[in-house]
């Protein structure tokens, strides 16, 4: 199964107040690290702009590992963001790994292992990974989904196409609470780089 990976990075990042595509995680800004998490394991790597497109491409490192969609549409919201690259999948992609760039935690064996298991036969519809029983991102979908989630009006979320299918959903349990780490505040930020310790 050929997977591409959806990187949805175009909001305006009003609560943050800077791009989160910028933030620095572990050495990285948080897109270059989720592109370095998917690129050896899908082709291609879709990365979607929308605010500020100009001022995150030149301070990327990983350039010339992403194809970047420009989503007109982005003040709309995150669901435009995810049709316009669904819209841009090459053909030959079977699936596609998505989440928004707010999700820097992720773990490398994560990735792997839902790759794994989107190769698993017959092919499910989702993998979604799940940690302490919560789901997360990125999330897994089959090409025979994504007429469903462009059907969607832009004011839904892509939730509802997910709800629909969850008797054809490959649950994923992992050890990384970074599925489920959406840091879109600079509180969420604060608690990302300095955890709290444990009592």
């Not at 994560?110 to 794994?116: A, E, K, M, P």
Request: hydrophobic share 40%.
């Amino acid at each position: 199964m050929s997977l591409a990976a959806l990187i949805l990075a175009a909001g305006t990042s009003s609560r943050m107040g800077t791009p989160k595509a910028l933030l620095e995680f572990q050495g990285d800004t948080f897109l270059d690290r989720l592109i370095g998490l998917f690129a050896p394991h899908c082709s291609p790597v879709l990365v979607v702009l929308g605010h500020q497109p100009d001022r995150i491409r030149a301070a990327l490192r990983r350039v010339a590992q992403v194809r970047f969609i420009h989503n007109p549409d982005y003040p709309q919201g995150q669901l435009t963001s995810l049709q316009c690259g669904l819209r841009a999948l090459p053909p030959e992609a079977d699936g596609v790994l998505f989440t928004p760039v707010d999700y820097p935690a992720l773990q490398p064996s994560t990735i792997q292992r839902l790759v794994q298991h989107a190769q698993i036969n017959p092919v499910p519809l989702l993998v979604i990974p799940r940690h302490l029983g919560r789901r997360g991102h990125p999330v897994c979908c089959s090409r025979q989904l994504i007429p469903e989630f462009l059907a969607l009006p832009p004011d839904s979320q892509a939730r509802v196409v997910i709800h629909r299918h969850l008797d054809n959903t490959c649950y994923v349990d992992v050890e990384d609470p970074g599925i489920l780490a959406d840091v879109d505040d600079p509180e969420s930020y604060r608690r990302l780089i300095q955890p709290t310790p444990p009592q």
